[in-house]
Nanobody
Framework: QVQLLESGGGLVQAGGSLRLSCAASGRTFSAYAMGWFRQAPGKEREFVAAITWSTGRTYYADSVEGRFTISRDNAKNTVYRKMNTLKPEDTAVYYC?????????????????????WGKGTLVTVSS
């Protein structure tokens, strides 16, 4: 069974940045897409960003385009997300997710209900 472990969340001031990590174990992810969803209080879980493992191509939600970047380390089966210019509306629990076969863009289109694996989440709180 695949396990996903997120880290890097915390409290940050508006305009600051954070780097989130998602470490995967249990199997190879060469045929997977991996990415991030988030869930703010009172809202549904939404797609944020994803990366196609084999190619490194990325896809971002419109709400974070230009501020968030996602990358991977093949040797460590780890995906990273750098979040810049954070805003209070970015406050949410951020979840790492993985899905076999699709591209990063396809992962975003499918939505959270189609993911194969989930991490436990890491809380990001942005203060004003």
């Amino acid at each position: 069974q695949v396990q996903l472990l997120e880290s890097g969340g915390g409290l940050v001031q508006a305009g600051g940045s954070l780097r989130l990590s998602c470490a995967a174990s249990g199997r190879t992810f060469s045929a997977y897409a991996m990415g991030w969803f988030r869930q703010a209080p009172g809202k549904e879980r939404e797609f944020v960003a994803a990366i196609t493992w084999s190619t490194g191509r990325t896809y971002y939600a419109d709400s974070v385009e230009g501020r968030f970047t996602i990358s991977r380390d093949n040797a460590k089966n780890t995906v990273y997300r750098k979040m810049n210019t954070l805003k209070p509306e970015d406050t949410a629990v951020y979840y790492c997710a993985a899905r076999r076969l699709p591209t990063a863009q396809g992962m975003g289109v499918m939505g959270p209900g189609s993911m194969d694996y989930w991490g436990k989440g890491t809380l990001v709180t942005v203060s004003s």
